[in-house]
């Protein structure tokens, strides 16, 4: 892990001194056909450290009124001062959640045995090219619904391949009920949650067909709110794959062509955590 952490630090170093090409943003060699034309070049590091390139926080803020998951043992997010300006000198304070809280990261150790946790995902992980499969719209229609391989075939043919390497998100809306919790978790009397979520063949394609890195939403789960059998966390976990749920603000992205980072909390062991995301827009014309 050191490293390629070392190695990084190196190739960073290297681009922003104008001695290394900045391939880093550039898709992997093989699908360079899949992108977009030399018209529209991908932005590069230096652009990004000079501020010239607009970036989303897909991250909720979090606070003791945050959706969480309304199981047994899960408890609301907590912020405790420990420290006061007036008495210590020193302002400062503890923080207590579930991992599952908030914008935050399934590690693979969290649904399948010999998977890596939290700490033990690789760096290169983290980033990747970003796509937005919008389905607001049948969400709306049935909050049960369900993101099929032919949805994804269809976003396809109407902007590009999903790149190699990406951080797919599937962008059902429900991002506007944050703030309302019995709305966001959408439970019915029998108390089943009703909210959309991939289907598991989506999910295998687009690990198997299309090499992704992660996936995210912008509900409680990766799985519908109906599933008891979580198959599509077990899917992704099993893969080696990551998840990001309860992401914020994917109405403010485009379908695809911009870049995401993902910086989970580094817990030793840890099955996920509170995670900050960020999309990196190309400069505006
Ligand atoms: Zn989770």
């Known amino acids: 892990m050191r490293n390629t952490l070392t190695k990084f630090g190196w190739l960073f170093a290297g681009i922003l001194a104008g001695v290394v090409t900045p391939q880093f943003f550039a898709p992997p060699a093989a699908d360079a056909s899949r992108q977009r034309g030399s018209s529209d070049p991908d932005p590069t590091l230096q652009q990004l450290?000079?501020?010239?390139?607009?970036?989303?926080?897909?991250t909720w803020t979090l606070n003791d009124r945050n959706p969480y998951w309304p199981g047994e043992n899960y408890e609301p997010f907590r912020l405790k001062t420990i420290a006061t300006l007036e008495k210590d000198g020193v302002l400062s304070k503890s923080i207590f959640t579930p991992e599952h809280l908030g914008t935050h990261l399934d590690a693979p150790n969290h649904f399948e045995k010999n998977q890596p946790s939290v700490d033990e995902i690789t760096p290169e992980a983290f980033f990747g090219p970003g796509v937005v499969i919008d389905v607001a719209a049948e969400s709306e229609a049935d909050p049960d619904f369900l993101l099929s391989i032919q949805h994804i075939e269809q976003w396809e043919r109407t902007h590009e391949p999903v790149p190699t390497g990406a951080i797919v998100f599937l962008k059902t809306g429900w991002g506007?009920?944050?703030?309302?919790?019995?709305r966001y978790k959408?439970?019915?009397a029998m108390g089943k949650m009703h909210f959309p979520g991939y289907s598991v063949e989506a999910v295998r394609f687009l690990?198997?067909?299309r090499k992704i890195r992660g996936i995210g939403i912008d509900t409680l789960s990766?799985?519908?709110?109906?599933?008891?059998d979580f198959a599509?966390?077990?899917a992704l976990n099993a893969a080696g794959r990551y998840g990001l749920e309860?992401?914020?603000r994917l109405e403010e992205l485009p379908a695809s062509g911009f870049h995401v980072f993902v910086a989970p909390v580094k817990v030793e062991a840890g099955t996920g955590g509170p995670t900050r995301i960020f999309a990196i827009l190309p400069p505006k014309p």
Not at 176 to 182: A, E
């Open 232 to 234: 599509v966390h077990h």
């Open 186 to 188: 959408n439970q019915d």
């Open 222 to 228: 990766i799985d519908r709110g109906l599933s008891r």
């Open 246 to 248: 309860n992401v914020a």
């Open 49 to 58: 450290a000079a501020g010239e390139l607009p970036i989303v926080d897909l």
């Open 176 to 182: 506007r009920h944050w703030t309302n919790y019995p």
């Open 207 to 209: 690990i198997e067909k």
